[in-house]
């Protein structure tokens, strides 16, 4: 009876280095492809791409198998992310780079390696930091990478203002916008939110040639004009009037729609526009979406509206109180999902 046979292995690198010297190596290439913007030729290995990869197998399926091959045109990914791909599935390896790790990781979406992927995933989370974040958090958004975008927007409320000052936010799209404005935990101030939300939609006009309003348009509604100070409520105010950024109606002419929010506030007046959800409880403003304070949840030390007292009526969502108080200071537990009053210092 045949014994079975056992299967030996040799010495893996120098197997790896021979494989990562056909990469980009013109000699016996049977494809060349035309890369990137800079249009740059690469040669590669038809069947070692075919097994390794089912993009590459259905797209070169179609090219001819004879005479002198013609080039296949990539035009939308860099030649130095495709290179880092023929580099792993050449070898199972790749060298990836903070500059460029980003456009890996898209290629590797973009030709289904989830091996690469995962490699790039884990090194982005490595080397993430504010300058990458918002890049990275676009690429999550695109591409539904939950675990990526989870990441990033914990990243983002830890250094908020750092992240508002980066080109990267001025850069996102709406949709990777949103998920930023609706965080309860940005460790910033709403005005300041507030005016990197009016530089982004400034960038995105110019970039599309339309106006600053109808760019704001999908993201405005998440921007929490109740935590304005009446200070910053009016300067805002003034600014709506010369550069619209949230849209507002009037019901009665001659009422200012976004003063009428500051009147509601306090019990007065009538509310009559911004268009967005929430509704300050006890008050007729229905124009703009009234939950806790961004920081509220840090347990940081935050005012409440002036003559508020232990019982009064809390104008935000989890019973935290208004801000823009110059009398009173309350606190709460940062690990509270709904704060609660723990008790009243007194004036201040």
């Not at 004879?66 to 060298?95: D, I, M």
């Not at 939300?197 to 970039?207: C, D, E, K, Y």
């Not at 989890?318 to 009053?341: E, K, L, M, V, Y």
Request: glycine residues 8%; hydrophobic residues 40%; proline residues 8%.
């Amino acid at each position: 009876m045949e014994t079975p046979g056992l299967v030996v292995h040799g010495e893996a690198e120098p197997f790896s280095t021979a494989l990562r010297s056909l990469i980009n190596n013109p000699q016996y290439s049977d494809v060349r492809f035309v890369v990137g913007q800079e249009q740059r030729e690469v040669f590669a290995h038809r069947c070692l791409l075919a097994c390794r990869c089912n993009f590459f197998q259905r797209l070169l399926g179609m090219e001819p198998g004879s005479g002198v091959p013609s080039p296949v045109v990539l035009s939308t990914v860099p030649a130095e992310a495709f290179l880092a791909v023929l580099e792993f599935l050449y070898t199972n390896s790749v060298k990836l780079h903070y500059h460029s790790v980003l456009e890996v990781l898209t290629a590797a979406v973009e030709y289904g390696l989830e091996e690469l992927r995962e490699l790039c995933l884990e090194f982005v989370v490595k080397v993430l930091d504010v300058e990458l974040v918002c890049e990275a958090l676009q690429v999550g958004v695109t591409f539904g990478l939950g675990p990526l975008q989870e990441r990033c927007m914990t990243f983002i409320e830890a250094h908020s203002q750092e992240v508002l000052r980066t080109r990267g936010f001025l850069e996102l799209s709406a949709a990777a916008l949103l998920p930023l404005l609706r965080s309860d935990k940005l460790c910033v101030d709403e005005a300041e939110l507030i005016r990197a939300a009016r530089s982004w939609a400034r960038v995105g006009a110019a970039v599309l040639e339309r106006p600053v309003a109808e760019v704001a348009a999908p993201v405005v509604r998440e921007l929490r004009l109740a935590l304005l100070a009446p200070a910053e409520l009016s300067a805002l105010e003034e600014q709506n009037r010369r550069e619209p950024l949230i849209p507002v109606r009037s019901e009665e002419p001659g009422i200012d729609p976004l003063r009428s929010v500051e009147e509601g506030r306090g019990g007065h007046g009538t509310a009559h526009g911004l268009r967005a959800e929430g509704a300050l409880p006890g008050s007729a403003v229905t124009g703009f979406p009234c939950r806790w304070s961004r920081s509220w949840r840090h347990g940081n030390v935050m005012p409440c509206r002036e003559g508020t007292r232990p019982g009064a009526p809390c104008a935000a969502a989890g019973r935290a109180p208004c801000p823009a108080s110059i009398t009173a200071f309350w606190t709460c537990r940062s690990s509270d999902p709904a704060p609660q009053f723990e008790r009243n210092p007194g004036p201040t």
